[in-house]
Every structure is written in structure tokens, then in C-alpha cells.
């Protein structure tokens, strides 16, 4: 039985996106080719240039280090672990499936909805950011979650994980099919919760295979794999970035990346995830399940992996975070481009 191809939404903004789910997006032009039409808010023009060239860009100070701070002390009481007790960041809960066990593992806060993350979300300098990227203004935010990785020891020792030849790589990876004729667009984005230092791990990627793929691929075997690149390191090196607290990071999805491993002794390594696409305002099935999620405080829908706290959920902590103006429109609440509001606004 043939199966149809999945129905594409064109986002709401003037430069052509096209998603049929608010992930990858078809694009006219390759966001490491646009020639930019509207002025740079954020990014310098040696900024951008990285962010064509090698797949990334730090944005300094995208919130400040006491914002950062305070959703770091958030990590540490949503999950019930003592900062100054590295035998409680091991005790290990009843794990629902052998991903929740891998998510405790790598350390994913299983948080979505609390008003700190909002107040990274709604910031004018992180949109605008991701605004200089996509070089328009209509961008919905993803609804995502922490990482607070201690080191990676004991229960949280990656070695729990079967190792695998092919597919997905927690340390280098692409999250989009890298064989496709027509390449898919996607961005990402972490904000540093706490200063990098050698020994946390976190982000790495590999700038210099970004920058010569297309000359790369074409020198591939047919079948290769999709997702992982086994590329030689001495040749296309892996690199961390050095992050400050409340810095954020964008990257391309076609950027090989991954997360080192945690090898310090007492150390932590703590980020926000948090990006922004094309908002597909037409596509009202997404959009009503992003203000369904944020209204009720549920587990948002759009990633397998979101699993939600086993323990107590969000709904029964805290209430819906409030939005301002610019965050109702990265919600879906308000539209970019008409008054059209959902029904959710009369009970706000």
C-alpha cells in the first residue's frame, strides 16, 4: 500500500518555509546560503559569517547569569536532588521503559512549563536572536526541557547504554537525514545554565565538517548511515564551545553534534534547551496542542522523548506560566500576522 506524502504547512512568514511539523522545514534557500534581507538585531556580521560557515553561534549573555542561576536552582528542586549531596543525584527511581532510564542517565530534567522557562522563551534577545538566523520575524519556540548531567558514574554511568555501530550517537550525531536529495532545515539551540569547563562534557560539534560537507558527501558510499557521521577526527575535528552562564548557543541541525560525557568529579553541566522555527499558524492542529500544553501544564506531544515527571507532574506543582505580548505570539496564543487569537485568550 502506498502511502501518501506527509501534507506541508507554509509558515507565516514573508521568506517560504514549508513544515508539515514545526521540525524541519523545506526552504527556497539553505539558511547557510541566505543573503540576508532584513538587518542583523543580535548577531555582529563576524557572527553570522560563523553561523554560515561553521553551523554555530554564541550569543553572549542571551540571559543574564542570575536568570541562569535561577533555573539552575530550579533544576536541582524539580528533581528533589541536593546540590551539596552528590549521593542523591545517584539515587535511582523506578524507571517506566529503558528511555526513562536512558533520560535519567544523560540527565534530561523532565520540566517544560515553569515560568522561568518562559522568561528564557519570551526574552527580546533570544528572539531576536533566532530572528537574525531565520531572517524573519514570525518564529514560534519550542516547548522543551533542562539537562542538569552530573558526572556520569554509577546509575548515571554511560556504559548502561548499549553501544551501537550505527544510528544515533549521544556524543556525534546529526538529528535530520543527512542523505536526502533535498536537505532538510532545522535549528537548535541550548542556553548555558552554569560556566563550561573541560571536564562537565556538554556540546561539542564538529564546525569543520559542517563547513565542507557538501564536498564530503559526495565522496560517500551509497548506504552510508544517515544520522552518524564516522568521519575521521583528525580531519573534521570535534570542538566544545565555550560557554558562560546565560549564553546561548544556536545551531544548524545539519551541524554534526553530540554531548561529551560528564568525567569530573563533583561538577555539573546545565543548559536550557530552547529554539525557535517558522511559525505554521495554518497548521491548527500543532498550534492548538502548543496552547493545550502550555494551558494545562501537560507533557508537550511533539518529540517521542518527552516523557514527563514520573513522580508528580507539572499540572499539580504550579500553574501556567504568564505570557507577555511576544510570548503569546511564540506560543501560537496570538497570530504574527492577523488579530486572530485562539479561544484560549477570553479565559486569560
Known sequence: MQTSAPYLHRAATGRPYFSADGETYLAQTPLRDIDKSRPLRVLSEEDYACWQSYGYVVVREAITPGEAKGLLDFAWEFQGLDPDDPESWYRQPEFRSELDQHLFIYGFVEAYHHQLLWDSRQSQR???????????????????????????????????????????????????????????????????????????????CAPELFRRFEEWRIAQPAGRDP???????????????????????????????????????????????????????????????????????????????????AREPEAKRYGPAELNPLGRKLLGLDSWTTERTTTERTDQ
Open 227 to 309: 544520522i552518524r557521521p564516522n568521519t575521521d577526527r583528525a580531519e573534521f575535528p570535534v570542538v566544545r564551545p565555550d560557554l558562560q552562564a546565560g549564553d546561548l548557543l544556536i545551531f544548524n541541525g545539519l551541524l554534526a553534534h553530540g554531548v561529551a560525557p560528564n568525567r569530573s568529579d563533583n561538577g555539573v553541566r546545565a543548559v536550557q534547551y530552547l529554539s525557535m522555527m517558522p511559525a505554521l499558524e495554518e497548521h491548527t492542529t500543532l498550534r492548538d496542542s502548543r496552547v493545550h500544553s502550555w494551558r494545562t501544564l501537560a507533557t508537550p506531544d511533539w518529540n517521542g522523548t518527552l516523557l514527563g515527571d
Open 126 to 204: 533570544v528572539y531576536d536572536a533566532f530572528a537574525d538566523v531565520w531572517d524573519c520575524d514570525e518564529l514560534w519556540v519550542t516547548l522543551d526541557r533542562l539537562n542538569l548531567n552530573p558526572p556520569n558514574r554509577g546509575t548515571r554511568s554511560r556504559s548502561q547504554i548499549e553501544a551501537t555501530d550505527e544510528g544515533f550517537d549521544i556524543e556525534l550525531h546529526w538529528d535530520v537525514d543527512t542523505t536526502l536529495a533535498v536537505l532538510p532545515q532545522r535549528v537548535q539551540g541550548i542556553i548555558a545554565l552554569n560556566d563550561t569547563e573541560p571536564d562537565l562534557g556538554g556540546f561539542q
